[in-house]
């Protein structure tokens, strides 16, 4: 039915959660295996040769790498639960900008801030929280990104909440403060059983950054 | 009612033409609006507000950016000669190679492109790794997708026009059929294919636009 499915992530992954929430919400059951980042397992050499990252969902033996492309898949797949990206051509458009703009601007800045200092950090801090008030401004006054329905873009973001104890204490910074719609979305979403057992625990998260500061001699 | 599609673009953006492409394949009529980026239109910048990039495409007044995701647009609006695989693996795939030839493909080609001289062995050391991958992809095939044209070869279209321009400015062979047949073969088979061989940028044009980017890098970079 399912088939097989296996997904190789890591606990602190925000790629890895987009994936986890996506099979939650479409009630697909998979095997979990984890990967001790930053040491890299064979098993993950051989399933992405390529970029030799994590998240990589594996269904029936075949590998799908980069996290918005394995959510498509897990749309695609198992389409008729919990639809994540609309119908309308347009709306899927949008979507997919979207979280690009995640990928490009929340993810990139927020790893600057845990791993850059002085200048650096603090223009990182800056166009981070600009970059929250944009899409804030997206967001607008509807529930979720896509309208009614928790969907794509939703998914695509809220595993970064889960880094924001990270950011805050590495950056010296709050954002909640700053970004309050932002938060009331995030807290929205994690009532979703899907979302809260998705997203890793912040604490861990920051012990995970502890590690990765280490590993590439950041102080 | 008849629909209103209008492309911004760039006569010479590698980008711009996969929209063309597929519009053209698609039998799409529309409207094209060249930009000259120093100087952006107040449409394009209402258009497009927070990059201001080309190509956008607007259909029926709703604005589409980021050529690929203007691909999936197009293919999904008008499902007839179908660019995508249909399969979902396969689609996994095609979106996985599109990305991989915009980031770390183009990415290594345009380092050895603006690299010094003494700098290029280093620079084409990844170029060749990452071509040889793509070699890889079209083991088998007259395109990516099989025997007619689709989504991947309209993503890799811009380096079948810029291997050659490369080649010339820089007088060295970077594609040579012996060390990727089946990359040389794929892009024979691409300049000519019919709609795609109509859309090509003038290629003088396109030669000194690379070789004045080329010489303004190069300059840049050497110490004063």
Not at chain 1, 118 to 134: D, P, S
Not at chain 2, 6 to 21: C, D, E, N, P, Q
Not at chain 2, 128 to 136: A, G, I, Q, R, S
Request: hydrophobic content about 40%; charged content about 30%; some cysteine.
């Amino acid at each position: 039915m399912d088939g097989e499915v296996i997904l190789l992530d890591a606990y602190a992954s925000m790629f890895g959660m987009r994936l986890r929430i996506a099979l939650a919400e479409k009630g697909v059951k998979y095997e979990y295996r984890e990967e001790n980042l930053p040491k890299k397992s064979p098993f993950l050499f051989q399933m992405n040769p390529i970029h030799k990252k994590v998240p990589v969902l594996i269904h029936n033996g075949k590998p799908i790498c980069e996290s918005l492309i394995a959510l498509q898949y897990i749309d695609e797949v198992w389409h008729d639960k919990n639809p994540l990206l609309p119908s309308d051509p347009y709306k899927r458009a949008q979507a997919r900008l979207w979280a690009d703009f995640v990928d490009q601007k929340v993810h990139i800045l927020g790893r600057k801030i845990w791993s850059a200092k002085g200048e650096e950090q603090e223009a990182a801090k800056k166009e981070f929280i600009e970059a929250l008030k944009v899409l804030e401004g997206e967001l607008g006054e509807k529930p979720y990104f896509g309208g009614e329905e928790f969907g794509y873009v939703d998914v695509a973001l809220i595993p970064f909440y889960s880094w924001f104890h990270a950011y805050e204490t590495c950056g010296n910074f709050k954002i909640g403060t700053q970004c309050p719609k932002f938060v009331a979305w995030a807290k929205r979403c994690m009532q979703r059983e899907s979302v809260s057992k998705s997203l890793a625990d912040p604490e861990k998260v920051y012990d995970f950054v502890l590690i990765l500061k280490k590993h590439f001699g950041v102080e | 009612m008849a629909e209103e599609v209008k492309l911004f673009r760039t006569w010479s953006s590698g980008y711009a033409l996969r929209i063309v492409w597929a519009l053209k394949l698609k039998g799409i009529e529309y409207e094209t609006i060249f930009e000259d980026l120093t100087n952006k239109s107040p449409s394009l910048l209402q258009y497009n507000p927070i990059h201001g990039k080309v190509p956008v495409l607007v259909h029926d007044g709703k604005p589409v950016c980021e050529s690929l995701v203007i691909l999936e647009y197009v293919d999904e609006t008008w499902k007839h000669n179908p660019l995508l695989p249909q399969d979902p693996y396969e689609k996994s795939m095609a979106r996985f190679w599109a990305n991989f030839g915009d980031d770390k493909l183009m990415k290594s080609i345009w380092q050895l492109f603006i690299a010094r001289e003494k700098d290029q062995d280093v620079a084409a050391v990844e170029a060749l790794e990452n071509l040889k991958l793509v070699e890889e992809q079209l083991k088998g095939k007259k395109f990516f997708h099989g025997e007619t044209v689709g989504y991947l070869d309209l993503a890799f279209g811009w380096f079948a026009d810029f291997v050659s321009i490369l080649e010339e400015i820089m007088s060295l062979k970077l594609v040579d059929g012996e060390r990727f047949p089946h990359l040389s073969s794929w892009i024979q088979h691409f300049i000519d294919a019919p709609v795609i061989r109509d859309c090509w940028p003038p290629r003088d044009k396109m030669i000194i636009k690379f070789q004045v980017m080329r010489e303004n890098y190069l300059a840049a970079a050497t110490p004063k």
